[in-house]
T-cell receptor
Framework: GNSVTQMEGPVTLSEEAFLTINCTYT??????LFWYVQYPGEGLQLLLK?????DKGSNKGFEATYRKETTSFHLEKGSVQVSDSAVYFC????????????FGTGTRLTVIP | GAGVSQSPRYKVTKRGQDVALRCDPI?????LYWYRQALGQGPEFLTY????????KSGLPNDRFSAERPEGSISTLTIQRTEQRDSAMYRC???????????FGQGTRLTVV
């Protein structure tokens, strides 16, 4: 079946610290992989995506590389800001089927000045 | 519209009552998805429409849950005889089609008392 396992939070970092949020997946075939972000009081927003192995998705200083050999899609940012405080969700969309998303449980990140 | 609009934003209902949650997708978006998100969890897929056709309802938890999209635009998720365990955030998303970005609404928070 399809599933996503995400690093549990919460994660608290000081401003300008390095961020890693781990994500591994189980899927048949070649799924597409996503990171969504939910800022306080807002809906889910797509942060970045990768659709095939070795692709790197990037946006707003965040990066994640689709690693098929380790079935991983870890989220990284070199220097976090207070404005990055949010809940981050890793997700996959199966290669076939309805194109619906399978989400991890989310990781709450708090960045303190 | 400019984004996916869900109404109401908040709904408190008594156990045993029926509720209807509305989703107005982005204009022109072919695909529409419903998800349910329990507190502290990631969204879980409920059902999916392509135009007006309900393509996949495998995520609906039981027959008290139903959804429709009669004209291929606005969709309604109906929960009959609500129970406390139905309390959650219900999220709608729309996309232009397969393998395209899904845009999420802000959700409807349902509380069954």
């Amino acid at each position: 079946g399809n599933s996503v396992t995400q690093m549990e939070g919460p994660v608290t970092l000081s401003e300008e610290a390095f961020l890693t949020i781990n994500c591994t997946y189980t899927a048949t075939g070649y799924p597409s992989l996503f990171w969504y972000v939910q800022y306080p009081g807002e809906g889910l927003q797509l942060l970045l995506k990768a659709t095939k192995a070795d692709d790197k998705g990037s946006n707003k200083g965040f990066e994640a590389t689709y690693r098929k050999e380790t079935t991983s899609f870890h989220l990284e940012k070199g220097s976090v800001q207070v404005s990055d405080s949010a809940v981050y969700f890793c997700a996959l969309s199966p290669q076939t089927g309805a194109n619906n998303l399978f989400f991890g449980t989310g990781t709450r990140l708090t960045v303190i000045p | 519209g400019a984004g996916v609009s869900q109404s109401p934003r908040y709904k408190v209902t008594k156990r045993g009552q029926d509720v209807a949650l509305r989703c107005d997708p982005i204009s022109g978006h072919v695909s529409l998805y419903w998800y349910r998100q329990a507190l502290g969890q990631g969204p879980e897929f409920l059902t999916y429409f392509n135009y007006e056709a309900q393509q996949d309802k495998s995520g609906l938890p039981n027959d008290r849950f139903s959804a429709e999209r009669p004209e291929g635009s606005i969709s309604t998720l109906t929960i009959q005889r609500t129970e406390q365990r139905d309390s959650a955030m219900y999220r709608c998303a729309s996309s232009m089609g397969r393998n395209t970005e899904a845009f999420f609404g802000q959700g409807t928070r349902l509380t069954v008392v």
